[in-house]
């Protein structure tokens, strides 16, 4: 009986070892020459990252794409030309899952280096990276470790970040949590708890009404919505947007 146990603890060890060092995480870099011929009429760029394992398309982030095209509507208003730019931090859930337990380790530094050279050829330019849940504190993360000589053109937006990635609030940096509300941003235990609970409930309903909702987003913490129309969301970005680029 003790030798199955200790095999068991060897099994266990060995596997979350083997996850997290032995599978090669492959981060994507951006299109960098596709990115400088597309921009060059425009005056700011906006990358984009989803939250969960950071690989949804902007037409299927329901959660926030709104955000962006809001953010896109109002720089348009002040008479800034932009593009968005979609950026996937792994290729699948298996690295996504990988790339979140290194604390973003390697996807930071793949977009970091993308944008210090975007920076580098295009001084002219204003960039955004914005990024929800997990995808808030990648951006948080990237801005983190890029080179200071180009940080003033940079501007970061990082909604609803999960407690477990707390850290400092760089400069050009926005960091939203619906003024404390959002539970997943503070840690709320009992809240979270209860949500945890609901959530294969919440994904077996969708399953039987079609709505096929992946099990990351039948996890709805509460306050961990963040809608435009919110005095918590759109008059802060647009504050926070006006005072370092209008």
């Given at each position: 009986m003790e030798k199955i146990k200790l095999f068991t603890l060897f099994f266990v060890v060995f596997s979350g070892l083997f996850f997290l060092f032995g599978l090669e995480i492959v981060p994507e870099h951006l299109?960098?020459?596709?990115?400088?011929?597309?921009?060059?009429?425009?005056?700011i760029i906006i990358i984009f990252n989803s939250g969960g394992w950071g690989d949804t398309p902007l037409e299927e982030a329901k959660d926030f794409a709104p955000l962006i095209k809001e953010i896109q509507n109002t720089l348009n208003d002040w008479g800034?030309?932009?593009?968005?730019?979609?950026y996937r931090r792994a290729t699948g859930k298996i690295s996504g899952a990988k790339d979140f337990l290194n604390f973003f380790d390697f996807s930071s530094e793949a977009?970091?280096?993308?944008?210090?050279?975007?920076?580098?050829?295009?001084?002219?330019?204003?960039?955004?990276?914005a990024g929800l849940s997990n995808g808030g504190a990648f951006v948080r993360k990237t801005i983190e470790i890029i080179s200071d000589d180009v940080k003033d053109s940079i501007f970061v937006i990082s909604i609803g970040p999960p407690f477990w990635h707390e850290g400092s609030q760089p400069e050009n940096t926005l960091q939203?949590?619906?003024?404390?509300?959002?539970?997943?941003?503070?840690?709320?235990?009992?809240?979270?708890l209860l949500a945890l609970i609901k959530t294969p409930f919440r994904w077996i309903y969708s399953k039987i009404n079609g709505q096929n909702l992946p099990l990351a987003r039948a996890f709805q913490a509460p306050g961990h919505e963040y809608g435009w129309s919110s005095p918590e969301v759109g008059p802060q970005i647009v504050t926070f947007l006006s005072n370092k680029i209008r």
């Open positions: 299109q960098i020459q596709e990115i400088l011929d597309s921009v060059a009429q425009n005056d800034y030309s932009s593009t968005i730019i979609p977009l970091a280096e993308d944008l210090e050279l975007i920076a580098r050829k295009l001084p002219d330019k204003k960039i955004i990276i939203l949590t619906n003024k404390g509300k959002d539970s997943l941003s503070a840690g709320e235990v009992k809240g979270l």
